[in-house]
T-cell receptor, first 116, second 114 residues
Framework: AQKITQTQPGMFVQEKEAVTLDCTYDTSDQSYGLFWYKQPSSGEMIFLIYQGSYDEQNATEGRYSLNFQKARKSANLVISASQLGDSAMYFCAMRLLTSGTYKYIFGTGTRLKVLA | DTGVSQDPRHKITKRGQNVTFRCDPISEHNRLYWYRQTLGQGPEFLTYFQNEAQLEKSRLLSDRFSAERPKGSFSTLEIQRTEQGDSAMYLC????????????FGDGTRLSIL
């Protein structure tokens, strides 16, 4: 089954500390992409970071990095130096290419609360 | 870059009525997606267009749902004979060509069925 699992419904982190949000995925496809999105309480989905299945290096974007462990099928998001504005829902998503068409599967999300 | 625009932002209707939502993607994006998101859940994929062609349709999309993208620009999602279970946020996203290109999401249309 093609699936994204986010096992942490909620997380707390102290401001300025680092936090890791877990994501595991299940697919038998060799080619796929993994994305992380942030959804603040205002509702818009904001793209954070992307990792391709053939990328050998872990992706980084500013304070965001993706800890990609292909053999374990995990793609954890690491946020360094947390800020109050990081409080939001975070979704992990997988992009699959099947029969020439794209399909995206999202996890159930992790709600992150940054404490002052 | 004006972003993905969705209209209306909110729709309240009675059960059994038909509703139509509009999505205007980022102009140079040829891929367009519709999702449904219920409270506390991640977005669920509904359908995908590449230009004007509807290439993928989820089994979640019953025959009461139809989507179009007639000229490969804006898209509409219509729900006929709405039911209580249709209450959700309907999200539209677009992306350019390329496997590593992220989807850009609109602010969504929140549908409430009375």
């Amino acid at each position: 089954a093609q699936k994204i699992t986010q096992t942490q419904p909620g997380m707390f982190v102290q401001e300025k500390e680092a936090v890791t949000l877990d994501c595991t995925y299940d697919t038998s496809d060799q080619s796929y992409g993994l994305f992380w999105y942030k959804q603040p309480s205002s509702g818009e989905m904001i793209f954070l970071i992307y990792q391709g299945s053939y990328d050998e290096q872990n992706a980084t974007e500013g304070r965001y990095s993706l800890n990609f462990q292909k053999a374990r099928k995990s793609a954890n998001l690491v946020i360094s130096a947390s800020q109050l504005g990081d409080s939001a829902m975070y979704f992990c998503a997988m992009r699959l290419l099947t029969s020439g068409t794209y399909k995206y599967i999202f996890g159930t999300g992790t709600r992150l609360k940054v404490l002052a | 870059d004006t972003g993905v625009s969705q209209d209306p932002r909110h729709k309240i209707t009675k059960r059994g009525q038909n509703v139509t939502f509009r999505c205007d993607p980022i102009s140079e994006h040829n891929r367009l997606y519709w999702y449904r998101q219920t409270l506390g859940q991640g977005p669920e994929f509904l359908t995908y267009f590449q230009n004007e062609a509807q290439l993928e349709k989820s089994r979640l999309l019953s025959d009461r749902f139809s989507a179009e993208r007639p000229k490969g620009s804006f898209s509409t999602l219509e729900i006929q004979r709405t039911e209580q279970g249709d209450s959700a946020m309907y999200l539209c996203a677009s992306s350019p060509q390329g496997d590593d290109q992220p989807q850009h999401f609109g602010d969504g249309t929140r549908l409430s069925i009375l």
